[in-house]
């Protein structure tokens, strides 16, 4: 019996685990279909004003092009960066913390290992669980934004994007770099590393094509100058939205689909420990009417 009663146990454990992961499944299911859609809608007009402005940079061959393309050390050794990293502030959602937490010590360790070697990479977290674990390493975690995930407007991305193109304009630092999970589709995500800031323009052009790119002429009214001051605020605003919400929508993707597995799983062991329960059970009545039988034929 006490056989019986350690399996019962487990039966009602695993029913409660299956009945979490499927409803935690729901939720970021539901969560994923909204952000999924916003995703898609915003993707193709932030890329096309990010485009835009690339070009017209790169049309600028002037001192006045901006402060946010300008290069500040001639000597990337000596430049000061600015990781953040983006991932969830919870678990339960596969490798996807994992990879973006195992890409930024690669970035520490190989692509800035000289300018983090003299204390000039500082770690911005967008991810609690990140945070943790990088805080636990000993890295140099400078602080968190992790309610940016907690709170995902428009308007929230658009102050942290101010406080990032300000830290660059006063030259605080010269280099700022996103680690994020770009996403596909719900079962799929790319793991992203993108230079904010300063912008990579497009390959500079030739005088004769100034003003055209890919057999795209720009009419600049009323000037390309104050075009440009006004669209690159802009466009990298909405880049740090899209950034925001891509890791969102990823997240959700990537719940979905381990609340998915876990609750498989759980159903495949419910069958197992149903079918050892219903064995044990059977022993057990056997057993008792042998003995019942063995009684009646010793009186």
Do not use: W
């Amino acid at each position: 019996m006490a056989n019986l009663k350690e399996v019962r146990t487990r039966i009602n454990s695993v029913n409660s685990t299956m009945q979490i992961t499927s409803a935690m499944k729901m939720v970021s299911a539901s969560k994923l279909r909204k952000s999924q859609t916003a995703i898609l809608a915003l993707r193709p007009y932030a890329s096309k004003l990010y485009e835009i402005m690339q070009n017209l940079s790169a049309a600028m061959q002037t001192s006045t092009e901006g402060v946010y393309t300008k290069i500040h050390k001639e000597n990337i050794e000596d430049e000061k960066i600015l990781i953040i990293p983006v991932a969830s502030n919870k678990g339960l959602c596969g490798v996807f913390n994992v990879n973006v937490l195992r890409e930024t010590l690669n970035a520490l360790k190989e692509d800035y290992k000289v300018q983090y070697e003299k204390g000039n990479v500082d770690i911005l977290c967008i991810s609690r669980k990140v945070e943790e674990t990088l805080r636990f390493r000993k890295y140099r975690v400078i602080g968190n934004e992790n309610e940016l995930l907690d709170k995902l407007s428009y308007d929230n991305a658009v102050t942290f994007a101010e406080k990032l193109m300000s830290d660059f304009v006063e030259e605080k630092y010269d280099r700022i770099i996103f680690i994020y999970n770009q996403f596909k589709n719900a079962g799929s995500q790319i793991l992203v590393k993108e230079q904010y800031l300063p912008i990579v323009s497009s390959q500079p052009i030739s005088e004769d094509d100034k003003f055209s790119n890919n057999d795209i002429e720009y009419i600049f009214q009323p000037s390309k100058e104050e075009i440009l001051n006004s669209l690159i605020p802009k466009s990298l605003k909405l880049q740090l939205y899209k950034i925001l919400l891509d890791s969102f929508t990823s997240e959700h993707g990537a719940r979905m689909v381990s609340m998915t597995q876990a609750t498989d799983n759980a159903a495949e062991l419910l069958k197992e420990l149903n079918l050892s329960y219903n064995k044990a059970r059977q022993g057990a009545i056997t057993n008792e009417i042998i003995e019942i039988v063995s009684g009646a034929d010793a009186l």
